[in-house]
Nanobody, 128 residues
Framework: QVHLAESGGGSVQVGGSLRLSCAAT????????LAWFRQAPGKEVEGVAA???????IYVYGMRGHFSVSRDFAKNTLDLQMNSLRVEDTAVYFC??????????????????????WGQGTQVTVSS
């Protein structure tokens, strides 16, 4: 059974850093897209970054440089290093997997339907 578990969220001040980690278990191979999404209060889920099965990172426009995504295929983890955090980065951050393709079609048009497997999410709060 597929399971995704996020960790590393918390509260920081503007300009601070956090590192999120996602542990993926139950997958039979590494041939899937693994991604980070976030959902701010009152807003829809939006993509942040993803890594495909060939270890290619993909960033939503504006996220590169602000965030850095990395995937460890041996450990089946996906990390998100977040630097220079801003108040608008406050959100619940989710890890999700799309096993329907070895490639990442990112960001997806319908995150919740295009990515079948989701973690519970981890809260990130940035205060001024």
């Amino acid at each position: 059974q597929v399971h995704l578990a996020e960790s590393g969220g918390g509260s920081v001040q503007v300009g601070g850093s956090l590192r999120l980690s996602c542990a993926a278990t139950g997958f039979t191979s590494g041939s899937y897209c693994l991604a980070w999404f976030r959902q701010a209060p009152g807003k829809e889920v939006e993509g942040v970054a993803a890594v495909d099965m060939k270890d290619n990172p993909i960033y939503v426009y504006g996220m590169r440089g602000h965030f850095s995504v990395s995937r460890d295929f041996a450990k089946n983890t996906l990390d998100l290093q977040m630097n220079s955090l801003r108040v608008e980065d406050t959100a619940v951050y989710f890890c999700a997997a799309d096993t329907s393709s070895q490639y990442c079609f990112f960001p997806p048009g319908n995150p919740r339907s295009d990515f079948a497997d989701w973690g519970q999410g981890t809260q990130v709060t940035v205060s001024s």
